[in-house]
């Protein structure tokens, strides 16, 4: 599977999952001059900014050692334009949701982990 179709379709089963779960999706691919918000939702007074990876079944790293300090910076920088935008005012948290891809993206297992950074 190509890079860039993996993490399409990382963003549409995170996007799935969350909205199973109750979730309401405020927005997806946020991009600002610090970089982009995968997804923004909101559930229960808590607004959660997702970063989503996605990697195959059988990788040898987690897809939550991508979000190193620097990414996390920068999606706190781009978390704090959204606030300033949209003028939102909530709990706030930085999850990120972990999409574990089979061959031909048919299925995928979700890690997601609440309050990551």
Known sequence: MIRNQAGVWGEIYAVRWLRDRGWR????????RFGELDIVAAKDGVVSFI????????AMLRPMEAVDAQKQQRLTQ???????TCKIEAELRFDVCEVYLTD?????RINYMENAF
Do not use: H, P, S
């Not at 781009?78 to 300033?84: C, G, I, N, S, Y």
């Open 25 to 32: 999706i405020l927005t997806t691919n946020y991009t600002c």
């Open 51 to 58: 970063e989503v990876k996605a990697r195959a079944q059988d």
């Open 78 to 84: 781009a978390a704090r334009q959204f606030l300033r």
């Open 104 to 108: 031909g993206a048919e299925l995928a």
